[in-house]
Every structure is written in C-alpha cells, then in structure tokens.
C-alpha cells in the first residue's frame, strides 16, 4: 500500500458556499477587523454568530452586538511538536477563547512565544488569562483574518538608570568627614540621652535638634541580618550577610555587612568590629569600612539588645 494517505478528499477549486446575511455579517467584521456576536431572542450574544439558538433552534434575531477585542481563555491544549497545517511554526495552544460581552466562546490557536519544539506548556498558559486577536495585514474576510490570540500585556522589563548627587547636610557631612579619619560621630540627645549614629542632627524618638558630638568605638553587637544569596560588589563573597550592628554607647544600630565569618554561623549577639581599609584608600564615604568582622568576645544575651532589634 506505500507510505501515503489511503484516502484523499480535495477540492481542487476551492468548496464554494453561501454564508447568508448572518455569518456574512461576522466575516465582513472580521475582515475590516472587528469582532461581532449576534443577540438571541433570550438575549445572549452567540460568538462567533450562527443562524439559529443552540439552545432553543429559533432564528437569531439579527442584532449584532461588539464583543471583545479582548477575552478570556476558558479552556485550552497545549500543541508541543506543531504540524504543517497548523497557524504557528512554533509550540502553541489551541484555545476556547470568549470575547468580553459574548456568552460563548471560539476555537482558536493561541501564541504564547518562540519555545523550542517539545517544549511543556509556560506557567502563564491558564484558564482565565486575558487574551487579544493579533490581525494579519492583508484580511479576505473568514476566521483566518485573526492569525491568532496573544497574551494581554501584564507586565513590563525597562531598563532604568538614573544619576544624581547626594547632599547629606551638615550632620552627616560632619558624620562622613570622621570617617575620612577614621572616626565614628555620633550626636547625644538632650531629651533622650541616647548616641545616634550616624547623626542625623535630630533626635528621630523625641524630634528635638542635636548638636553634641560623641565619638564611638568602632565595636558593637549584631542585633538582627539577612543572609543574601544575590551578588553585591561590596561583599567578599555569595552568600553574604548585611546586619544590624548596635556600636557600644549607641542608642541606634546601623546597617552593614559582617564578614570573616561563614554566613551560616553569624547570630544575634555576636560581637563584631569595623575591618578598616587601608589608610590610603580613605575617603569621605562609609566605604571605608569594608564591613565588620567577629572579635572573638563572648557573645552579648538577647536581653541586652532586644529592644534594638
């Protein structure tokens, strides 16, 4: 028998029929590129439009009603291998799509990106996503007009950049040239009492402007961090940990990285001082201070810093 069809139904010219003023009312739409039901004598709109009520077999009563353009896939097949005949040269659904305003739904394949041949159906790919017909440039008027559906755009990747310079005022400016010298500032509250570091010329618990200078070390107590697996040029490796560091005499943590230390073993309470770099690489910038290292001192009870975390 050989390798081909035993069978072969062909129209050579093409099989020629009268659509009548109702489906060729919704082809005419199509090519001018809308989308039109038809309204039931109980008043539901058939998409795409038929001459009689499935429900009832009475004649459509020849309102045409807009519908979409976009809907909502309500149920759909996943095509990973596409064949010659298929609409897409690539892995595809083929969708029940109803058009907002319709009561039923259409037959039709639905783009959903360039996959490989194969490929498993993506996680977006569900009933109940919104859906819009993509048009061909040159329509002749039949379902084929909508070379297929497309994925409502939900989300967006732009690429973003922005350059401006800061200016901290006179408290931090005072703050970061102690740095410069290797000195960490901090200002004691009148009201309070409290070290706030970095300062910030304000008392931020009692609103009041502070104006003494106190001058910390650079040791203090990690109080709660974050274990990050995403890179940073600032940290020594991935995983890292950025922390909240209570320097002795403060009455505020600052945030910083610890180091020298695996991620996994950092913990409330631990004891840390500030890894300086070189003398010669200072500059007017917290930068200065690579991030803070373990000490080696017993660490601190959590009763001791649990009203800083």
Request: net charge negative; hydrophobic share 35%.
């Amino acid at each position: 028998m050989g390798d081909g069809p035993n069978h072969i139904l062909e129209f050579p010219g093409g099989y020629t029929r009268s659509v009548g003023p109702v489906i060729g009312r919704f082809l005419s739409e199509l090519r001018d590129g809308n989308l039109k039901g038809v309204r039931t004598k109980a008043g539901r709109v058939l998409f795409p439009p038929v001459e009689y009520d499935p429900d009832t077999g009475d004649d459509v009563t020849g309102e045409f009603v807009d519908v979409g353009p976009v809907g909502t896939v309500t149920s759909w097949s996943w095509v990973p291998h596409p064949r010659k005949t298929h609409p897409l040269d690539r892995p595809f659904a083929w969708a029940l799509i109803r058009p907002d305003g319709a009561d039923t739904a259409m037959l039709h394949a639905l783009d959903m990106g360039v996959f490989e041949p194969g490929a498993q159906p993506p996680r977006q790919l569900k009933s109940g996503m919104r859906v819009r017909p993509r048009w061909r440039a040159e329509r002749v008027g039949g379902v084929g007009d909508i070379e297929c559906f497309q994925p409502e755009v939900t989300m967006i990747n732009a690429p973003g950049r922005l350059e401006y310079r800061l200016r901290g005022g006179r408290a931090l400016d005072r703050f970061l040239e102690g740095v410069e010298q290797g000195r960490i500032l901090g200002h004691r509250c009148d009201v309070c009492g409290q070290v706030i570091v970095p300062m910030k010329g304000l008392c931020p618990k009692d609103g009041v402007p502070t104006t003494e200078e106190v001058e910390l070390p650079d040791t203090g107590t990690v109080t709660t961090f974050a274990v990050n697996n995403l890179p940073d040029p600032r940290a020594p490796e991935v995983p890292f940990v950025s922390a909240y560091i209570l320097l002795d005499g403060a009455g505020l943590t600052m945030l910083s990285l610890v180091a020298g230390i695996p991620a996994d073993q950092v913990r409330m309470g631990m004891r840390v001082r500030a890894a300086w770099r070189p003398r010669e690489e200072w500059t007017r910038s917290m930068a200065n201070i690579r991030w803070f290292e373990p000490t080696g001192e017993p660490d601190v009870p959590f009763d001791e810093i649990k009203d800083y975390l």
